[in-house]
């Protein structure tokens, strides 16, 4: 219902706009954990109010696809984690040979 509303209101134009922006923030955030857990490059935050950034910016991409009706594919996902398995068991390999 309100997902609709959104729609209707600021059209969806505007709403993959913001599911860009929001990718975007969430993005930033990631890598701001990173930094965080590394502790390599230093930053103020600590992990606690990064993780907290991290949910929230992810929520927000969550509604954005939600508001657009994105449909979740269930398959395309099942097949790029396999693949994503298979690169880095390619790599363990490749480093062992070496």
Do not use: F, H
């Not at 600021?10 to 922006?21: D, H, N, R, S």
């Not at 991409?61 to 395309?76: A, G, H, Q, R, Y």
Request: proline residues 4%; hydrophobic residues 35%; charged residues 45%.
């Amino acid at each position: 219902m309100s997902e609709k509303y959104i729609v209707r209101k600021i059209g969806k134009p505007a709403c993959y706009e913001q599911l860009a922006e929001e990718c975007l923030e969430l993005a930033k955030e990631a890598l701001k954990m990173a930094r965080v857990m590394r502790k390599e490059n230093p930053t103020p935050r600590t992990l606690d109010e990064t993780w907290d950034k991290v949910i929230e910016e992810y929520a927000d991409v969550v509604n954005c696809i939600v508001t657009l009706d994105i449909p979740l594919d269930e398959k395309s996902m099942e097949r790029k984690m396999k693949r994503w398995i298979k690169r880095i068991k390619e790599k363990e390999e490749e480093s062992i040979k070496e």
